[in-house]
C-alpha cells in the first residue's frame, strides 16, 4: 500500500508534505503511558508496519514513557526514510505517581528538546508542539516566555516547525504573534467540539489541527447515533468516528494510536468509509 492509498491523501506542514492518516505513538508505552510495552517486538512491529502502508507523520512525546516510545520509534525505523516526519511535544514531565505536571521554564524546554533529538537520533526536530493547559484541559495562561523559547530553538536551527496543543484559542493567537504555527493539537472528536470555529479559521490559513482522543480517549465514544450509522454501513463505531474527522475539514490530520498491527490496518481501513450526506446529519447530532 502506497500512501496515496491512505485515506485522506495529504496535508503540507510548511514545507514537510505528511499524509492526513499519520500514527500516534503514545499506545506503545506501559499502562498510562508509563513504563516499557509489555510486547517490545509488537510495538515495534506497529510502528514499521505503518511506515510500510505509507504513513508520514508520526506524533511522539518525551513524555511517554518518560522516553520509552522516542526510543522504540528508533529503534524500528532509525535511519528514518527521507518521507517520515516525527513530531513531538514538549511543557510536560512525568512524576511517579503518572501525572502529567508541567515543565514549561525555558531551561526545561531546553532540556527536553535535546532529550528528543537524542532519544530520536535526529539533529533537527520536524515538527515540536508546546504542550499547554493541565489533564482537565486547556487553561487560560500567558504562553509569551515559553514559546519564545521554542522559537529561539527554532531560529538555531534545531527544531523547523512549531505548534500548540491543549491550547485556547487566544494562546493560539498568541503564540502566532511570536512565531509562525504548522498546527494545533487539541482534544476534538464527534462528542467534544468545542473547537469547531478554531478549526474552520485555521483551514483559511492553511493551519492543520490535529486532534488528541479522537475515538474519546481512555473511554471510547458511545452513541446510539453513532452505533446506527455504523451498523448501516456495516462497519465499526470507531472506523465512523475516524471517518468523520476527516471528513470534517481537509486540515484535520489523524493520529489514532494502537499496540497492534492488525488494529491498525482497521484504523486505516475504516478511516477510508464513505459517509453519506444522510450519515454526516446523524452523525452531527451527537455533539450539538
Known amino acids: 500500500m502506497s500512501s496515496l ?18 500514527y500516534g505513538a503514545m499506545q506503545l508505552a506501559g499502562p498510562w503511558v508509563m513504563g516499557p510495552p509489555a510486547d517490545h517486538d509488537g510495538a515495534l512491529a506497529v510502528l514499521r508496519e505503518a511506515v510500510e502502508l505509507g504513513v508520514t507523520h508520526i506524533d511522539t512525546s518525551g513524555a511517554y514513557g518518560p522516553r520509552v516510545t522516542n526510543e522504540l520509534i528508533r529503534e524500528a525505523l532509525h535511519p528514518y526514510p527521507q518521507s517520515l516526519h516525527i513530531a513531538t511535544k514538549v511543557g510536560a514531565t512525568r512524576d511517579e505517581q503518572g501525572g502529567w505536571p508541567p515543565a514549561r521554564r525555558p531551561d526545561q524546554l531546553r532540556r527536553a528538546v535535546d532529550e528528543n533529538l537524542e532519544a530520536l537520533g535526529l539533529e533537527t526536530l520536524d515538527l515540536v508542539n508546546l504542550r499547554l493547559g493541565n489533564a482537565e484541559g486547556p487553561q487560560p495562561e500567558s504562553i ?39 498546527c494545533v493539537q487539541n482534544m476534538y472528536n464527534l462528542a467534544h467540539r468545542h473547537d469547531e470555529a478554531l478549526i474552520d479559521r485555521l483551514a483559511a490559513e ?29 462497519s465499526t463505531p470507531m ?24 488494529h491498525l490496518r482497521e484504523n486505516i481501513s475504516g ?4 459517509l453519506s450526506g444522510e450519515d454526516v446529519a446523524e452523525l452531527d447530532q451527537i455533539g450539538r
Open 206 to 234: 492553511n493551519i492543520a489541527y490535529v486532534p488528541f482522543f479522537p475515538l474519546g480517549g481512555f473511554t471510547p465514544l458511545q452513541s446510539d447515533a453513532l452505533s446506527s450509522v455504523a451498523a448501516r454501513l456495516q
Open 5 to 22: 492509498s491512505l485515506p485522506g491523501g495529504t496535508w503540507k506542514l510548511g514545507d514537510l508534505t505528511v499524509t492526513r492518516f499519520g
Open 144 to 182: 509569551t516566555e515559553a514559546f519564545e523559547t521554542l522559537a529561539d530553538l527554532q531560529r538555531q536551527g534545531v527544531i523547523r516547525h512549531l505548534g500548540v496543543s491543549n491550547a485556547t484559542a487566544d494562546q493560539v493567537a498568541e503564540a502566532q504573534s511570536i512565531a509562525p504555527i504548522v
Open 239 to 262: 472506523a465512523v468516528a475516524v471517518a468523520w474527522l476527516l471528513r470534517r475539514s481537509p486540515n484535520v490530520l489523524l493520529i489514532p494510536g494502537t499496540s497492534k498491527t492488525a
Open 271 to 274: 478511516a477510508g468509509l464513505s
